[in-house]
């Protein structure tokens, strides 16, 4: 009996334990399933939801009232139905799941991506899931990141290769097109030589064309850009754009009010408006609607994440529409690369878009391509907005040829090329002198002769660079016209694409009607600044008569051109006075009230507030501040005391800035 009681007890206390044990593994679990952060479904093999933890609510926002009972197939994707169906097919033979993915609707209608772990147990599904949406989201980034840098890498390098190339050809073009110009001046009355001429230019043309291209691509072009209202110019282009895609060709162009101006080559976005209308005529085959429109756009960070190499802010957006074939898709990453084409072979060079792509980006711009087959294709260009006022064109390209009596020094180390150029612009009436080099141009220079021009090439052997030349010859003769010719504008007078200011290029290859226009606008350009310096020369102005004139200023330089404003600094430091710079008039205003100013000097065309309001507020707030009006332009602003100022004309000198200082800082 002893024996009974204690094996008795033995069992109950057993019993006690183990009912503790139990009620704290049950409590574990209950912890587990409602604090677990991964949701958790118990489900029949019907998919009809049993059970559901509080994750559900965190993720998906779902009640659990709203849940249970209800088909967890009508959470699912669309498009992920049938693989789900069939991962629950195999739970009901007993198969374990791991790793299964699929979309869950959230209350908000939104999808969120599910990572599954599920077993089948007693008639039912037990479920685990971790939210994997944002793991996905950033996997995909990275790929499209990964695939947009070997997209720029490639494109880099095919830019790089064709630049070169072109460059090359550029020089060669130029001889065969300057000895054919001159030689049908040889053969006039001779109707058949003519005609070979006429058929040998023509191709050389072509051959230019196709170079100037491949340069465009490859961001090799040297942009000239000016500020410019895209709306006027295509409203301006619309005649020669119906001449040139036919009648079949419906135009519409729509462009959108208060539209803003934009920094670019006029003559480049002519070129890719021309380029995206035939193509568009092509894929139409000479019959539909032809859209282009013009307005304004903003570049959000969204956008930007998205695409390589964009940057966010404010673009004007102008985007060419067709109503023809459309591209499939898988050809879209294609399109813009050189010599791809959609085109039957035999038609198209397939550098139009690729011409379009490259100029874009060198504009500090993007190009996107929406197309859909049988309905038709978009290209967008995004040109970032300028806030300058629109500039004015300078050279008329049906103005007549003329030369004249001036004596020019041609730099170019290609005989052919020099050869040449020399006889074209000794037919023109122009003195000329020839060199093979920078250095030996330097010494015809330095040698006394009187010389007007200088015509040189950007890239010639030696170590004196041509830019280094052009900036000594200006030095020992001020009056002196520079222009430089290059088929390649990997060079030190181009950066970041654009030529730097003041600076007058000739592309090679170039016409004699194109050589003459321009050696003709750059002399008399640079004859009509030497007068005005003289008729409103600031070193006629007497310095006001005073100790103070020759002492240091503290003087607040406002340009918004970073290389102007690096330029004028250099120089007032040397001139021995203290500056305070700025890129804006609103930068600059606060600086006059922190510490005593004797000299403001502002270009007039500024961002935001325009130079004159800038001007006229300074003069008001601090009258007795001297201002200097650093500009290209020959009016001053409208001033009501004009006392103590003074007009700069650009380009300028130390000595010009100096005599202008002098000027206003007496009262320093």
């Known amino acids: 009996m002893e024996d009974q009681r204690e094996t008795r007890a033995k069992l109950e206390a057993l019993n006690e334990t183990l009912e503790q044990r139990v009620a704290e593994r049950t409590a574990d679990r209950d912890r587990m399933w409602r604090l677990s952060t991964d949701i958790m479904l118990v489900a029949d093999f019907e998919a009809k939801i049993t059970a559901v933890n509080p994750a559900w609510k965190t993720v998906f926002d779902w009640e659990e009232s709203e849940l249970i009972n209800r088909s967890f197939l009508d959470f699912i994707h669309p498009e992920d139905m049938a693989t789900t169906l069939a991962e629950v097919g195999k739970l009901s033979e007993g198969a374990t799941t791991f790793s299964f993915e699929n979309r869950y609707q959230a209350k908000d209608k939104s999808y969120r991506t599910i990572s599954w772990t599920a077993v089948p147990y007693d008639a039912s599904i037990h479920a685990v899931g971790r939210d994997v949406t944002e793991e996905r989201e950033a996997a995909i980034a990275l790929r499209n990141t990964e695939l947009a840098l070997q997209q720029a890498q490639k494109m880099e390098a095919i830019g790089n290769l064709t630049g070169g190339v072109a460059h090359d050809f550029n020089n060669l073009l130029q001889v065969v097109a300057g000895n054919l110009q001159l030689l049908s001046r040889d053969v006039i009355g001779n109707d058949k030589a003519q005609r070979k001429i006429t058929n040998a230019l023509a191709g050389v043309e072509r051959g230019a064309k196709l170079a100037a291209q491949l340069l465009a691509f490859g961001r090799r072009q040297a942009l000239d850009p000016r500020v410019v209202n895209a709306g006027r110019l295509i409203r301006g282009m619309d005649e020669m754009i119906r001449r040139t895609i036919g009648e079949g060709v419906e135009v519409e162009t729509v462009v959108s009010g208060g539209l803003w101006n934009t920094l670019v080559d006029p003559m480049q976005i002519e070129n890719a408006l021309l380029n995206l209308a035939i193509n568009a005529r092509d894929a139409m085959e000479g019959f539909g609607n032809l859209t282009i429109e013009a307005g304004n756009a903003y570049v959000d960070d969204a956008y930007a994440r998205q695409h390589q190499d964009v940057v966010p802010g404010q673009y004007v957006s102008i985007s060419v529409t067709d109503t023809g074939a459309g591209i499939p898709s898988d050809l879209l990453d ?3 690369e050189p010599f791809y084409s959609t085109k039957p072979e035999g ?22 391509i929406y197309s859909e087959v049988g309905h038709g294709t978009t290209v967008k260009m995004y040109l970032p907005r300028s806030l300058q006022q629109e500039d004015l064109q300078v050279i008329d390209p049906h103005a007549p040829v003329e030369g004249g009596p001036e004596t020019i020094l041609v730099a170019e180390d290609d005989e052919g090329v020099r050869t040449t150029v020399v006889e074209m ?36 052997p030696g170590p004196l660079k041509s830019s280094e030349m052009a900036k000594k010859a200006k030095e020992r003769l ?15 007078i ?11 290029l000739l592309s090679k290859p170039y016409t004699r009607e194109a050589l003459a226009r321009k050696i003709r606008h750059v002399i008399d350009e640079t004859q009509k600044n030497a007068e005005r310096r003289k008729d409103t020369s600031i070193a006629a102005i007497p310095a006001p008569v005073s100790p ?7 003087v607040v330089l406002v340009e918004d051109n970073a290389l102007i404003r690096m330029a004028t600094a250099d120089m007032l430091v040397e001139l021995g006075h203290e500056v305070l710079e700025a890129e804006s008039a609103e930068e600059a205003l606060p600086l006059f009230g922190s510490e005593p100013i004797d000299v403001l000097v502002t270009d007039l065309g500024l961002p935001g507030m325009s130079g004159d309001d800038f001007c006229r507020e300074v003069r008001k707030r601090w009258p007795e501040i001297g201002i200097v009006f650093a500009t290209g332009s020959e009016k001053k602003p409208e001033m ?16 010009e800035l100096k005599n202008a200082l002098d000027a206003v800082g007496g009262t320093g």
């Open 347 to 368: 038609k198209g060079t397939g550098l139009g878009l690729s011409m379009v792509y490259g100029f874009v980006r060198q504009s500090g711009g993007h190009v996107k």
């Open 478 to 492: 001020p009056g002196l016209a520079v222009l430089f010719t290059s088929g390649y504008t990997e060079n030190s």
């Open 334 to 336: 294609k399109v813009f």
């Open 425 to 460: 612009l000794q037919e023109l009436g122009y003195r000329v002198l020839k060199a093979g080099d920078a250095a030996a141009a330097l010494s015809v220079i330095e040698s006394g002769i009187h010389i007007d021009m200088l015509f040189t090439d950007v890239v010639m």
């Open 494 to 504: 181009v950066h970041g694409g654009r030529l730097d200011p003041g600076v007058q």
């Open 548 to 554: 103070a004139a020759s002492q240091a200023l503290r």
């Open 640 to 655: 009501d005391d004009s006392s103590r100022t003074v007009l700069l004309l650009k380009p300028h000198g130390l000595d």
